[in-house]
């Protein structure tokens, strides 16, 4: 499967974007996708994961309460919708998609191409 992420950009303290990552192919709905994220100078971290049918949904404890994360099966696209964004939210946010609906990037076989979400203060 081919993913591509869209949707990053620059936004104030307190602002809200929302990501979307489409994939090709039709087995989207047999994936559990995820969101990662990699700020400047850190290493890779999880932020958002959802089952193949919605079911079962993981957060970081960083973005909990602030980033919501959806899929639209018939659309193949999976989205992270990010509310109240904060300075310490920049990175390039990565979609992934996987057998299971884990935490760790290991357990992701596809990876989309990342998008910048850029938080000025």
């Known amino acids: 499967v081919q993913l591509q992420a869209s949707g990053g950009g620059l936004v104030q303290a307190g602002g809200s974007l929302r990501l979307s990552c489409a994939a090709s192919g039709r087995t989207f709905s047999s994936y559990s996708m995820a969101w990662f994220r990699q700020g400047p100078g850190k290493e890779r971290e999880f932020v958002a994961a959802?089952?193949?049918?919605?079911?079962?949904?993981y957060y970081a404890d960083s973005v909990k309460g602030r980033f919501t994360v959806s899929r639209d099966n018939g659309k193949n696209t999976v989205y992270l919708q990010m509310n109240s964004l904060e300075p310490e939210d920049t990175a390039v946010y990565y979609c992934?998609?996987?057998?299971?609906?884990?935490?760790?990037?290991?357990?992701?076989?596809?990876w989309g191409q990342g998008t910048l979400v850029t938080v000025s203060s």
């Open positions: 959802v089952s193949r049918g919605g079911g079962i949904i």
């Open positions: 992934a998609a996987g057998p299971q609906t884990v935490t760790y990037a290991r357990g992701y076989e596809y």
